[in-house]
């Protein structure tokens, strides 16, 4: 399987985690709520969570065997991961427009 | 819900606390798309009890209006639309402070002037009667308020008939009759006032025969009310409350020799009844006489200022809620929501009872509005759901527990910040108005004091006894407060918002006010606060599965 189709699999898998997370955060009252801004700031914590750990298990875990595949792995792997973190935010950012009233609405 | 065109009148200090609860009946939304004329009527114009109801309409009527304009609304908060009146017989100046003067029996001949004195002492006490200050009501003398609670409507009536010297609040009992007059067999007329007391025991006799007089009169003859078709409502509240007998020391000066004593209270209502039993008058004008009472000792009145004098009435005269109070409220509910029950040539005597136990009363929602067409399920489910919005703006929201916090604001920024904007227009002003409301409907903080409102202090009557909600609904410790659980108010726990791993109850209620609580065309909220409150109340609705 290709790095790309790999790293945006990885970056659905953190982005439902990262939904998952958002919709245990419960509401709060108050004329300030704490509770939007939680969700958005564990959204970007995966943002950024989803590149370093995804390239670490490409690069460390999952790397073939093969010399000639593992230089073509290594070679798209960074530009995968650059994929993979765009779909992340790009998915990110549609979902929390579809759901705007919503928890994961508080993304973006 | 009836046709009919619905007016409220409540004299005395008696009858504004039950105005206030009729007030926050309405609030919490039990009188659907209808629009109520209430008129108050004392001769006690600074009576605290007075004051504090007409600025609770105030407050509701403001929270009710939306750029000038205020209308009724169906299955909501605040549905009704109250237009307050008030009318008050003038008992100020040495020419009117008590009945010697106001009647003039020093006037005229000598041979007149002693014809005056002996007609006048065959009914009243001389020097006692005759000469305490009108200013705070009749004092439990029932003989001489009726006849200067009657003398003064006539005397308005006459005042405006001239055109000469008309007060305001003479212009204000006007327009409420003829708002009477024009409804006609259409009108419903409920009465809210004591038979114990003063004023309120006073008045109900006479009002009805007063108002026709007074249309009679002003109008010179050209108009009438039909006491005959016009559906007239009253409660007979006996004796619910005592206070401090007065010392002769109090009694000592004329304008104060005579101060009601509560411990005749059960006398005077015992003779009220039988006369209301047999009056032929009252039992013609009145279709229904709701008959309320409390047959147990009740918590006296002031109870801890042992050295203070007697309140006799004025701005001190703020006496807490009484669970009684909220059953006249749910009288005027009957009276006014029943399609049938008018047609008797003599007036129906209505009493209910409720579980005794323990002894203390145990209350339940159909015992306040009954059960037919599910009103015990309706009235369950607004009250609930407005004492919820009366938690989570003052606690959870923390309105009552910190001075900077906005309650209702509150909500409207979280919807904001969840992307639904349509009720940012909403002033902040109009916001603090549900928070004022929201604090005399349940409680407040002064500094670190628990000032508990109108259900805390119904609810403080009956305690230990079992009314309506759970206890800790009626928490009113601030960590308690800050801890409760508004989803949990009920005693049946099918009521109870739902939760799951995943979310409390607080966050199952606002998901269903993000997702599932829009207003809808039926309940005729077209201004932006009509809508947000309809939404709010939608969302509370659904959470509490009624």
């Known amino acids: ?108 | 819900m009836s046709q009919d065109k619905l007016f409220v009148i409540a004299i005395g200090g008696t009858g504004m606390r039950c105005l206030e609860s009729f007030t926050h009946l309405c609030a919490v939304g039990m009188f659907d798309n209808q629009e109520i004329e209430v008129l108050t009527l004392d001769t006690d114009q600074s009576n605290g009890n007075k004051a504090k109801v007409e600025q609770l309409i105030g407050l509701y009527s403001r929270i009710k209006t939306s750029d000038g304009k205020s209308n009724p609304n169906s299955d909501t908060f605040f549905s009704a639309k109250l237009n307050l009146h008030r009318y008050w017989t003038n008992y100020e100046g040495a020419a009117r402070e008590n009945y010697r003067n106001i009647s003039k029996i020093n006037t005229g001949t000598p041979e007149q002037q002693e014809e005056n004195q002996l007609l006048a002492d065959l009914f009243l006490d001389r020097g006692t009667v005759q000469e305490f200050n009108l200013a705070h009501g009749y004092r439990a003398q029932t003989h001489l308020g009726s006849q200067l609670m009657y003398h003064g409507i006539l005397e308005a009536a006459r005042s405006l008939a001239s055109g000469k010297d008309v007060k305001v609040e003479e212009k204000e009992l006007e327009t409420y009759l003829t708002k009477l007059e024009s409804a006609g067999a259409d009108a419903r007329v409920f009465i809210f006032g004591s038979v114990f007391g003063g004023t309120g025991a006073s008045s109900i006799p006479v009002i009805p025969k007063a108002l026709q007089d007074f249309v009679k009169i002003r109008s010179g003859g050209k108009s009438n009310i039909d006491l005959s078709k016009v559906k007239f409502g009253a409660t007979l509240l006996t004796e619910y409350f005592s206070f401090k007998k007065p010392d002769m020391k109090q009694m000592e000066a004329k304008k104060d020799s005579v101060v009601a004593d509560s411990s005749f209270f059960p006398l005077n209502s015992q003779a009220a009844l039988q006369f209301y039993q047999n009056d032929p008058t009252v039992k013609k004008t009145y279709k229904r006489l709701y008959h309320i009472g409390w047959p147990i000792e009740s918590k006296p009145i002031g109870g801890d200022k042992k050295d203070d004098k007697t309140i006799t009435g004025g701005a001190n005269q703020k006496n807490p809620c009484h669970i009684v109070e909220l059953l006249c409220a749910c009288a005027a509910y009957d009276f006014f929501t029943r399609e049938d029950g008018f047609d008797f040539a003599t007036a129906e005597y209505i009493y209910k009872a409720v579980e005794f136990d323990k002894n203390s009363f145990s209350f339940d929602f159909k015992d306040f509005v009954g059960h037919e067409n599910k009103a015990g399920e309706t009235f369950a489910n607004r009250l609930g759901a407005f004492l919820s919005l009366a938690h989570i703006s003052l606690s959870k929201n923390k309105a009552a527990l910190n001075e900077n916090e906005k309650g209702v604001k509150g909500f409207i920024n979280q919807l904001q910040i969840q992307k639904i904007e349509d009720y940012i227009p909403i002033p902040d002003d109009d916001t603090v108005d549900i928070d004022n409301y929201l604090k005399q409907f349940a409680y407040t903080f002064e500094g670190q004091e628990f000032i508990p409102g109108w259900l805390y202090q119904i609810r403080s009557t009956v305690s230990p006894g079992k009314f309506m909600f759970n206890d800790n609904a009626f928490a009113s410790n601030r960590k308690e407060l800050e801890r409760l659980d508004v989803g949990e108010l009920f005693l049946d726990d099918k009521n109870h918002w739902d939760k799951s791993m995943m979310s409390s109850r607080y966050d199952t209620f606002v998901k269903k006010l993000l997702n599932e609580g829009k207003p809808r065309p039926e309940q005729k909220a077209n201004t932006i606060k009509e809508r947000f409150l309809a939404h709010v109340y939608n969302a509370l609705t659904l959470s509490q599965k009624f």
């Open chain 1, 1 to 108: 399987m290709s790095t790309y189709i790999l790293s945006i699999i990885f970056a659905a898998a953190v982005l439902l985690l990262a939904a998952l997370i958002s919709n245990m955060i419960q509401f709060e009252g108050g004329s300030n709520p704490k509770d939007p801004g939680k969700r958005k700031m564990w959204f970007w914590i995966f943002a950024i969570l989803n590149p370093i750990i995804f390239y670490s298990i490409a690069a460390f875990v999952m790397a073939p065997s093969n010399r000639r595949e593992l230089e073509s792995w290594n070679d798209s792997l960074p530009i995968a991961t650059i994929v993979g973190f765009v779909v992340y935010i790009i998915l990110g950012f549609v979902l929390s427009k579809i759901f705007k009233n919503g928890k994961i609405g508080n993304w973006f």
